[in-house]
């Protein structure tokens, strides 16, 4: 039960590591040569170690200790592969240190149709003993990925995957657009999923999965079959595996009663390494196991028992508050919140302030609805600046006399201040603006939202064709009225009245140019756009 650190960077060298200590009887430290060097310095005093299994491009990054042993898998290999293939004469029982329970993963995944497991998972994180064991113990291959965020890369290069990963990485798969037709088996674990990930993942073509379980119970403890448009629950007990939720006297909580998560079985964990006290209140003993010796891992996890045998997870113990008496489960009200269909995610926090503690919550809307209602609601903003634009500009006929009728600022203010923008800052403005529009050479031009007509007055003689509209009736006629007043030649004109969502060409009507100058900010969503 030696403690062999391994520092390797992600490859086959790294499996053939970790097999290699399993089979001497000893036990793998798993190191990130990307660690910073203090760490990687304390975690080799703190497992004792004699010898450290690295390659030639981690070596670097160990620090300089006597009476350590390095061996570089690659750089050693001639005289490793001198030793033979056969497996190691030696006794090892599934009681010693670093033994891998295995038994469930083929009960619930026997019938499961995948022909390789992407091993995308730092050793150093628990998820990876699943992706390196199990795939190895029934035959299936194993592509070492550098990380979660490269899976991509991968998925049409493989048929029949399936990936072990945290929601977040699936979450990114989804949001990228990443093609999951060759993935058949997907299993999340280590946070909440996401409403969008379950919401967005083909539950009926693939298998997916909810795992959780902490590091001090070999990696999962439960498991759950993920169905878009129902609870995502914890689950079951995997096999050898016993849940008991406790109250807080440590009685059983009944089904539906929130109480603490505590776990029981085969796949605890000894404890902390060289944390005594840590370890004894943690493992402690299971009183409802009447086997000599039972304990059980008290998780800080809150949950309840449902109906059917399943357990909806809650939130973290510590997030239990009290307010007026009241004793509340703020992961509890987490929960709630996150089943309404216009949340994707949320947080509850507790605020004191004068009148005392208060509920505040926040949360991350679904990206889907509020697409579906910023479309119910787009017509709304549309009509309200209709209106007032139409009030703006409907003194306009007033103005006609103007000294220069084909500069009529009224309408342009000051987002800041609210005071009309000074006229010779609008003549720089306009200036500027136009010369960018020159500069692409346009043609025939389409301007949507043309208002008092100061850019088209600019083009106006020296394009082939211009094409203005406006959902101000009020502002077109003004334009129309200046151009009937023949002061020059401005050239094919045509202004229609309509919002910029009405605006249609006719077949003969071909543009080069489109501008949307100082109207866009009015728009009421970025699809409208």
Not at 235 to 241: S, Y
Request: glycine share 8%; with cysteine; proline share 5%.
């Amino acid at each position: 039960e030696m403690l062999v650190p391994v520092c390797v960077s992600r490859g086959p060298g790294m499996l053939i590591s970790i097999l290699g200590i399993l089979k001497a009887g000893a036990a793998y430290v798993p190191v990130d040569p990307n660690y910073p060097l203090e760490r990687i310095k304390y975690m080799l005093q703190d497992c004792s170690a004699t010898y450290v299994i690295s390659d030639s491009e981690s070596r670097a990054k160990l620090p300089a200790a006597s009476g350590v042993e390095v061996i570089e898998v690659d750089d050693h290999w001639p005289e490793i592969s001198k030793h033979s293939a056969e497996n190691l004469d030696t006794e090892i029982s599934q009681d010693q240190l670093a033994y891998i329970i295995l038994s469930w993963c083929r009960d619930e995944f026997a019938n499961s149709d995948f022909d390789i497991v992407y091993a995308s998972t730092s050793i150093c994180f628990d998820l990876s003993v699943y992706e390196i064991f199990y795939p190895l113990t029934v035959g299936k291959k194993i592509r070492i990925v550098e990380s979660g965020l490269y899976i991509n890369d991968h998925l049409s290069a493989d048929n029949n995957i399936l990936i072990n990963t945290v929601p977040t990485v699936i979450e990114h798969l989804l949001k990228e657009g990443a093609d999951l037709s060759h993935v058949n088996v997907i299993n999340m674990a280590g946070e909440p999923i996401p409403s969008f990930v379950q919401q967005n993942l083909d539950t009926r073509r693939i298998e997916v999965r909810n795992l959780y379980g902490p590091s001090e119970d070999t990696t999962y403890s439960t498991i759950y079959r993920l169905v878009k448009d129902e609870p995502v629950l914890i689950g079951k007990p995997i096999a050898n595996t016993t849940i008991l939720i406790l109250g807080p006297q440590d009685q059983l909580a009944p089904i539906g009663v929130p109480g603490e998560i505590c776990i029981g079985g085969a796949g605890l964990a000894r404890g902390y390494l060289n944390m005594p006290g840590l370890t004894a209140t943690k493992f402690v003993s299971n009183p409802y196991d009447p086997s000599a010796g039972a304990r059980m891992y008290r998780t800080g996890d809150l949950g309840r028992w449902m109906a059917d045998g399943n357990i909806e997870f809650l939130g973290r113990i510590d997030n239990q508050v009290k307010i007026r008496g009241f004793r509340i489960e703020l992961g509890e009200i987490e929960t709630a919140l996150n089943e309404l269909h216009i949340v994707d995610n949320s947080c509850v926090l507790v605020q004191d302030d004068q009148n005392g503690k208060q509920l505040i919550s926040y949360y991350i809307p679904n990206a889907e609805v509020v697409r579906e209602t910023e479309t119910k609601l787009s017509k709304d903003p549309i009509a309200t600046w209709q209106e007032v634009y139409e009030t703006e500009y409907s003194g306009l006929e007033d103005k006609e006399t103007a000294e220069d009728p084909e500069f009529n600022i009224v309408g342009w203010k000051d987002s800041f201040t609210g005071k009309p923008i000074p006229a010779e800052h609008m003549r720089e403005w306009l200036a500027d603006i136009s010369k960018r529009i020159f500069s692409v050479g346009p043609q025939n031009v389409l301007e949507i939202g043309s208002g008092t007509g100061l850019i088209y007055f600019q083009l106006a003689g020296r394009v082939n064709r211009y094409i203005g509209t406006d959902f101000s009736a009020a502002a077109i006629d003004f334009v129309k009225r200046t151009i009937a007043q023949g002061q020059r030649d401005y050239g094919e004109t045509t202004f229609r009245v309509a919002a910029a969502h009405e605006v249609e060409l006719a077949p003969d009507e071909i543009v080069d140019t489109i501008v949307i100058n100082s109207v866009a900010q009015y728009f009421p969503t970025v699809e409208y756009l």
